[in-house]
């Protein structure tokens, strides 16, 4: 065990979800500042400085991670049908949350602070990719404007966004399948995008922030819920296959429960595409 997480017990998420947030401040924090301090100045490490902080990331945080979906699985072996499984399982989906709010908010203010627009240069190019896909390299250039919206019409919209989720929901399945806890990258990611977004939304202000993270929250937050709750049918699926077999009985409850989360996921994305499309614009365009 590092000496970070030994004053940063993992079994603490135990206690309180909430105090997840300050964990992911914590480590987004270090993320950024770490990667600011040592790279900044690299000419060429420097260029793939937005992978870094990422990576950085995920290493600090991937003890938690793993923690808190080894607990999970124990527990899912002894419930069955829907709101059994999201009652045992509801505490790591807040801490989730949690943690995810708390990364947001400290890539946030570092980027802003720091004023180093290479320390999220790949976010900033994803989320140009999303909003602007046919001028990608002007909406880069232009990336200190309020906005950046394609010309798509909503219905257009929102079927590129369901199918952006759903691929999203793919990929982190796979990877939490393959590694229990190798999800982390794609919730890591999605937090940093989001604060590239904030940045830009905010005119790279930090008095700014407070409104770009409700801006991006309202359909932010229900998206990221239905990663973690797909995270978590992985890893559970995986510890579970590992565990006690495909041939065991409590095997096949974890399939059940991996099955009803999946399905609440997908309802989670397809409610929080209409949020972004229909209900979010209202608010802030």
């Not at 995920?58 to 938690?64: A, E």
């Not at 602007?132 to 880069?140: I, L, M, Q, T």
């Not at 801006?215 to 998206?223: A, D, L, T, V």
Request: contains cysteine; proline residues 4%.
């Amino acid at each position: 065990m590092s000496m970070l997480e030994a004053i940063i017990n993992p079994r603490s998420a135990e206690k309180g979800p909430w105090k997840m947030f300050f964990v992911g401040l914590i480590y987004a924090s270090l993320s950024l500042i770490l990667v600011h301090w040592f790279f900044g100045s690299d000419p060429v490490l420097s260029n793939a400085s937005g992978m870094t902080v990422v990576a950085f990331c995920i290493m600090f945080s991937l003890p938690y991670m793993y923690f808190m979906i080894k607990q999970e699985e124990a527990e899912d072996e002894q419930v069955e049908g829907l709101l059994s499984v999201w009652r045992v399982h509801k505490d790591a989906v807040y801490s989730f949350m949690w943690l995810f709010l708390g990364f947001i908010i400290a890539f946030s203010f570092w980027y802003i602070y720091l004023d180093n627009p290479n320390l999220l240069n790949f976010q900033i190019e994803t989320y140009c990719q999303i909003n602007s896909p046919g001028g990608v390299e002007d909406c880069v250039r232009n990336s200190l404007a309020p906005s950046v919206t394609g010309a798509a019409s909503k219905e257009g919209r929102l079927l590129s966004i369901i199918e952006n989720n759903v691929y999203v929901m793919i990929f982190t399945l796979i990877f939490s399948l393959i590694f229990g806890a190798g999800a982390l990258f794609v919730l890591v990611w999605n937090a940093s995008v989001i604060a590239a977004a904030i940045g830009i939304f905010s005119r790279y202000k930090l008095s700014g922030i407070p409104m770009g993270v409700t801006r991006y929250m309202i359909h932010g937050f229900p998206e990221i819920v239905a990663y973690f709750i797909t995270a978590l049918a992985g890893g559970i699926f995986g510890v579970g296959a590992l565990r006690n077999g495909i041939r065991n009985k409590k095997f096949l409850r974890v399939v059940e429960n991996t099955v009803i989360l999946l399905f609440i996921a997908i309802i989670i994305l397809l409610v929080a595409a209409i949020v972004e499309v229909y209900f979010t614009p209202l608010l802030f365009n």
